[in-house]
């Protein structure tokens, strides 16, 4: 864990070699393919198929990406490098769409602290950054050692670190707390710390736990509100057990797409097992929706953009 006061200063290395000093004009836009908001969007595109209106959503996403407003080149060379760092992990990081969604939030509720559970390298904590007041602060946590060593390099590269050269210091600090979700919630309560905004991006399977922390040790500011991402966990919630249940108040479903060509049993086998441990995340995402519609301290609205993403605030209680 991390020290909220006092940490060493980092060298940039490991980063330093792999980030180009140019981007490649095509990294620009982040690829649709790469953001889970794929999977959420078009579920027949996890079996590989494609039909009119996945291409046609395709092309939406990426339309509404161009006609954004672009996020500084930093976080583009960040998606194109974490492919390279991060091979089969490089969807942990939000699309380039919900970055720019991110840090409009901030800009309009113009939060001064701000928490995220689940840094991975730091791109989705440098969007809200970005968009946060002057002298406002972000904690961030990351558990996985290698990928929070890149986010403190990133840091300190552009700024938001506290020990960054002063030339090129930002008007927002970035703290970096490593070590899992839990123990830097508990962290933060020591230190009374409350929060305008909470992004829950860490361990789906601890949401609900997460949640009663925040909640029941006051971290969350009176008009503060929390950002669930990843609740609809690529359209699998539909599948769940207690969703299916109630799956005849909804209308129905497409017809399915056309068979794939047969696969070798090795390959029937290794899918088998990533749609089985999909659909357990998908449960997970399921019981908490499920648990916070239910929760008499707060209102929620979830939201189906990206992979799906809830707001929730306290209830104004008289």
Do not use: W
Not at 1 to 30: E, Q, W, Y
Not at 299 to 314: E, K, N, T
């Amino acid at each position: 864990m991390a020290s909220l006061v006092s940490r060493s200063r980092v060298k940039s290395t490991a980063l330093a070699r792999v980030l180009p000093a140019r981007i490649n004009p095509v990294c620009r836009v982040r690829a649709f393919r790469s953001s889970r908001a794929v999977a959420t969007m078009n579920p027949s595109l996890m079996s590989g198929q494609e039909n009119e209106t996945t291409t046609n959503q395709e092309s939406i996403f990426r339309y509404c990406e161009l006609h954004s407003t672009s996020l500084p080149d930093k976080h583009a060379t960040l998606h194109a490098n974490s492919v390279t760092l991060y091979a089969g992990a490089a969807d942990k990081a939000v699309s380039a769409l919900q970055g720019q969604l991110l840090q409009m939030l901030m800009r309009i509720t113009r939060p001064y602290m701000v928490l995220e559970l689940g840094c991975f390298m730091g791109y989705s904590a440098m969007a809200m950054a970005d968009g946060m007041p002057r002298n406002s602060k972000l904690y961030t946590c990351e558990k996985d050692a290698k990928a929070a060593q890149l986010a403190r390099e990133l840091f300190m590269r552009h700024g938001y670190d506290h020990f960054s050269p002063e030339h090129t210091r930002q008007p927002v600090e970035i703290e970096l707390l490593e070590g899992d979700a839990m123990s830097s919630l508990k962290v933060l309560s020591r230190n009374k710390i409350k929060f305008d905004v909470v992004f829950l991006d860490a361990d789906k399977g601890s949401y609900v736990k997460y949640l009663n922390f925040i909640l029941d040790h006051n971290l969350l500011a009176p008009d503060g509100y929390i950002l669930a991402d990843n609740v609809l966990f690529r359209g699998l919630v539909l599948q769940s057990n207690d969703s299916q249940a109630g799956a005849s108040s909804l209308p129905p479903t497409p017809p399915p797409s056309p068979p794939l060509p047969p696969q070798s049993t090795n390959s029937q086998s290794g899918n088998r097992k990533e749609s089985s441990k999909f659909q357990r995340t998908a449960n997970q995402m399921d019981s908490f929706n499920k648990y916070v519609k239910n929760d008499p301290r707060v209102s929620v609205v979830v939201l189906p953009v990206f992979d799906g993403l809830s707001v929730i605030m306290r209830k104004n209680i008289p």
